[in-house]
């Protein structure tokens, strides 16, 4: 299984910005869909946005359409989410995720890597 590692979470205000990176600590990712999840205390974890093995296609939940873009960069084997205009409701831990398939799935147990997660907090 390919170990997943996250980093660049942390506090922020709100209507700051942050980056979050993800990179494999082994084999490549780079044939695999990608996404990043999110789980707040008490809330189950949910897709946050997924991108397709070709870097082509992009999913957005509703709540972070317009503010947040993931990207991944094939020669770095790195996956990216680049967050703007940060909300308090944004505050999670954040976690990254390697698809089982090539194209995008939005359920957690179409996924079958993750990362140890990362502390998003934005305060108000």
């Known amino acids: 299984q390919v170990q997943l590692v996250e980093s660049g979470g942390g506090l922020v205000q709100a209507g700051g910005t942050l980056l979050l990176s993800c990179e494999p600590a082994?084999?490549?990712?780079?044939?695999?869909?990608m996404g990043w999840f999110r789980q707040a205390p008490g809330k189950e974890r949910a897709i946050v946005a997924a991108?397709?093995?070709?870097?082509?296609?992009?999913y957005y939940a509703n709540s972070v359409k317009g503010r947040f873009m993931i990207s991944r960069d094939s020669a770095k084997n790195t996956l990216y989410l680049q967050m703007s205009s940060l909300k308090p409701e944004d505050t999670a831990v954040y976690y990254c995720?390697?698809?089982?398939?090539?194209?995008?799935?939005?359920?957690?147990?179409?996924?079958?890597?993750w990362g140890q997660g990362t502390q998003v907090t934005v305060s108000s």
């Open positions: 991108i397709d093995w070709s870097g082509v296609h992009t």
């Open positions: 082994g084999p490549t990712f780079s044939t695999y869909a």
């Open positions: 995720a390697k698809g089982a398939y090539g194209d995008i799935r939005l359920t957690t147990d179409s996924y079958n890597s």
